[in-house]
């Protein structure tokens, strides 16, 4: 009975910035690790960012740098801010468990569309 619900997603510029936000359901952030994945047209599913349940983060080397993961315990919301943003970061943006734990049905995610 997870859901996983994101949101924040847009048109932005090249060098612009986006924050992403993710609200679950039937579950306690705190308790679990999170992550972001991202998908672009024609390619697989890529993982973006990893945020342990104990705080610590790990990132994919074309985001490093850019990207931060984070959360909200109290508000059972996760996030992902976005700057620097390049046209190759266009993809719809997922969140769920890292690899490695329970995952849960996928939202619905939200597009990103980096360009001029």
């Known amino acids: 009975q997870v859901q996983l619900v994101e949101s924040g997603g847009g048109l932005v510029q090249p060098g612009g910035s986006l924050r992403l936000s993710c609200a679950a359901s039937?579950?306690?952030?705190?308790?679990?690790?999170m992550a972001w994945y991202r998908q672009a047209p024609g390619k697989q599913r890529e993982l973006v960012a990893v945020l342990s349940s104990g705080g610590s983060t790990n990132y994919a080397d074309s985001v490093k740098g850019r990207f931060t993961i984070s959360r909200d315990n109290a508000k059972n919301t996760g996030y992902l801010q976005m700057n620097s943003l390049k046209p190759e970061d266009t993809a719809v943006y997922y969140c769920?468990?890292?690899?490695?734990?329970?995952?849960?049905?996928w939202g619905q995610g939200t597009q990103v569309t980096v360009s001029s």
């Open positions: 039937g579950s306690i952030f705190s308790l679990n690790p």
């Open positions: 769920n468990a890292p690899p490695g734990n329970t995952g849960y049905y």
